[in-house]
């Protein structure tokens, strides 16, 4: 999440700007690049487990989530196969329904940034002038906090909550979303489809979303995937904080931190969730690059 972040000055060639591939053929290409992507493939078949676990764990768990069952603090087992933590309650099962509040928090918050990042950095990057000054200062501004900071001292100023925590992560990431996209925009702004709307006539709210919009939507799909695994991991470390989803919620970070003191007693109690956040969010970064890569073909 720190301003320096590669991801968030990345700029792609808009399927537009090559010569004689209409839109609908550029995105033939990327589809079969996306396809022959062994990267991408791994990943969406990572996030897709995932994504299916967070909708249908109730059909998948052996016993109640959230119900002391066995005894405290056992090892893996035949029965238990994650074993059982300090109130005897299944860690399998734990697991299983942990991706649901991880996958309810991280896409949301995604779509909340992203969205107000593109409609930021389009009016930015396209009105260029003081309107791009003032507000490129204002991003510049929130770049220079730790944003991680930031969410923690808002989160400790208004109370933990899922809907709080989703707002957060999606404020903190418009500011980067936004400097993605005007990058883009200023490249885009200056070419002739460009001149050829303003000559018609067009306004330039038409022009930033039906004609610029589309061809830097590239750059914007690679910046939401690889927000969305930085989603996962903000929305994890808030809640290891303590600042984030609530108990009795199996939440993976939640679950994580609960655990650490009695690591060395019950190391698998930790050990799995922390597995299940890798995976996803690996998942989520092999898709990212899968995607970037397809672009750049």
Known sequence: MSAADPASALTLEPATARAGVTRGERARE?????????????????????????????????????????????????????????LGRDVFSRTLAGARPVLTVAPVA???????????GLLAGYRRGLVDDVVMRVVDAFLAFPLIILAVLVLATFGASTLNVIIVIGIVFTPLVARTVRSAVLVEREREYVAAARMRGERAPYIMFAEIL????????VEATVRFGYAIFTSATLSFLGLGIQQPSPDWGLTIALARGSTAVQPWVVLFPALALATLVVGVNLIADGLKRALED
């Open 30 to 86: 990327i589809a079969r690049a996306l396809r022959r992507s062994g990267t991408f493939v791994v990943g969406v078949v990572m996030v897709g487990f995932w994504i299916l676990d967070a909708i249908a764990w109730p059909l998948f768990v052996p016993f109640d989530p959230q119900a002391a069952q066995f005894a405290p603090s056992v090892s893996p087992n035949p029965t238990t196969w994650f074993g059982t933590d300090d």
């Open 214 to 221: 589309p061809n830097v939507s590239g750059p914007i799909a």
């Open 110 to 120: 995604t779509a909340l940034g992203i969205t107000g990042g593109v409609v930021i």
